[in-house]
């Protein structure tokens, strides 16, 4: 998503989806991803429609969260608003970016890193996991298709991790290689089958909990 006009036709299409189960899978990536720093790319996948959508912040700006759609709604209103869910993994440093460099307040977030820590027995319940940690031990995906997302994972991380060799720079290179673009898309299009694993195990106390812990790390 490149242009206004994409963003207005995205913003149409996130606009009226199921919300249970939650159709809005997001993660954002940034060079590095701070409040100090920038947001580089934003990452939706929606789940009803198997679309995912990878939004260029760092060259539409503003634009892509304040440009309307034919529903007259934006990108801001989606983010800000209770009543439509959306889900991230640790959304900790996305919510502190989105509010330091766009002014953007979460709201309506569940925290897939949440979830999962909750359906754990009381003994199991010590440190949060990874999203590769979840994928690899929890996803229904075959042995294949993990050894492939970790690959993928691997191979991203190797281009813009400093302590690798790499730079977050690649995250702002127009176009983005196709390594950074499977890197991107990859982590949001797993998302929905975790978010089923772990609904199946969690109790409705907990549920409840992991709304509010959610909204506590906004």
Not at 44 to 59: A, F, G, M, N
């Amino acid at each position: 998503v490149t242009t206004g006009s994409a963003v207005s036709e995205m913003v149409d299409a996130l606009d009226g989806l199921p919300t249970e189960p939650p159709s809005i899978y997001m993660d954002l990536e940034g060079a590095p991803l701070s409040r100090y720093d920038t947001i580089s790319i934003l990452q939706i996948h929606v789940h009803p429609t198997k679309t995912i959508y990878l939004i260029d912040v760092q060259s539409l700006g503003e634009k892509c969260f304040s440009t309307p759609g034919k529903c007259l709604k934006t990108l801001r209103d989606i983010l800000k608003s209770p009543l439509i869910p959306k889900v991230f993994f640790d959304v900790r440093s996305d919510s502190d970016a989105l509010f330091a460099l766009f002014t953007i307040t979460l709201d309506g977030v569940l925290d897939l890193q949440l979830m999962e820590f909750a359906t754990r027995s009381v003994l199991r319940k010590r440190f949060v996991r990874s999203l590769t940690s979840c994928v690899m031990n929890d996803s229904p995906l075959s042995s294949a298709k993990k050894s492939s997302w970790k690959s993928v994972k691997e191979q991203g991380r190797l281009l813009f991790t400093p302590k690798s060799g790499g730079s977050y720079e690649v995250l702002n290179e127009r176009p983005l290689r196709q390594d950074i673009l499977r890197y991107c898309a990859q982590d949001v299009s797993v998302m929905p089958v975790l978010w089923s694993v772990y609904d199946s195990k969690i109790t409705q106390e907990w549920k409840q909990k992991v709304v509010v812990a959610s909204r506590d790390r906004v």
